[in-house]
């Protein structure tokens, strides 16, 4: 059974960081591109990250330069390191995986073939 568990969410000042974790169980997240998703309220699940199989690694212009994705082979865990968090980077933030994606594709939900529970991210003075 294929299971993908976020963590590391929570409540930060604007300016603080967080790091997410998205820890699997059941697939070897090597064999997958790994992507994190948000979704804030009345909005569009949108993509913010993803590292491929071969390690490329994508962003959404809004997040470069603050956000890092990064994935532990030995734990099998990818980590989103959020630095530099703003009022608008609140949100659900799930991890997902996919087969293959390459740059113009990345973002493209349904190309994602399992997702975790999702985890808050709320930023607020």
């Known amino acids: 059974q294929v299971q993908l568990v976020e963590s590391g969410g929570g409540l930060v000042e604007p300016g603080g960081s967080l790091r997410l974790s998205c820890a699997a169980s059941g697939l070897s997240l090597d064999a997958y591109a790994v992507a994190w998703f948000r979704q804030a309220p009345g909005k569009e699940r949108e993509g913010v990250s993803c590292i491929t199989r071969s390690g490329d690694t994508y962003y959404k212009d809004s997040v470069k330069g603050r956000f890092t994705i990064s994935r532990d082979k030995a734990k099998n865990t990818v980590y989103l390191q959020m630095n530099s968090l703003k009022p608008e980077d609140a949100a659900v933030y799930y991890c997902?995986?996919?087969?293959?994606?390459?740059?113009?594709?990345?973002?493209?939900?349904?190309?994602?073939?399992?997702w975790g529970q999702g985890i808050q991210v709320t930023v607020s003075a």
């Open positions: 997902a995986t996919a087969q293959w994606v390459v740059l113009v594709n990345w973002q493209h939900r349904p190309m994602y073939g399992n």
